[in-house]
Nanobody
Framework: QVQLVESGGGLVQAGGSLRLSCTAS???????MGWYRQAPGKQRDLVASITSGGYTSYADSVKGRFSISRDNAERTVYLQMNSLNPVDAAVYYC??????????WGQGTQVTVSS
């Protein structure tokens, strides 16, 4: 079973930036991946995704501010988050679709944005 380890979360002021990383325990080159987030009392929502071929998609709320990328050699997916505001505060989860079509999740990393 693939393991996903996120890093890069933390506390940032409104308008600031953070870069999240997610490193997998095995090759990701053929896997679609993405980032979800979940705020307290809310459902987990897709923020951004990237296919194995590099096609990206974003939630409307983060378009133009967030950027997802991948480095297959490093088995890592990144989420660059700019112009952060308090509504972006949440636990961010890395997601990977396995070869059997199942969902794999990281443990989550907290992002806090102060106003």
């Amino acid at each position: 079973q693939v393991q996903l380890v996120e890093s890069g979360g933390g506390l940032v002021q409104a308008g600031g930036s953070l870069r999240l990383s997610c490193t997998a325990s095995r090759s990701i080159s053929l896997r679609d991946m993405g980032w979800y987030r979940q705020a307290p009392g809310k459902q987990r929502d897709l923020v951004a995704s990237i296919t194995s071929g590099g096609y990206t998609s974003y939630a409307d709320s983060v378009k133009g501010r967030f950027s997802i990328s991948r480095d297959n050699a490093e088995r890592t997916v990144y989420l660059q988050m700019n112009s952060l505001n308090p509504v972006d505060a949440a636990v961010y989860y890395c997601w990977l679709q396995t070869a059997t079509g199942r969902d794999a999740w990281g443990q989550g990393t907290q992002v806090t944005v102060s106003s």
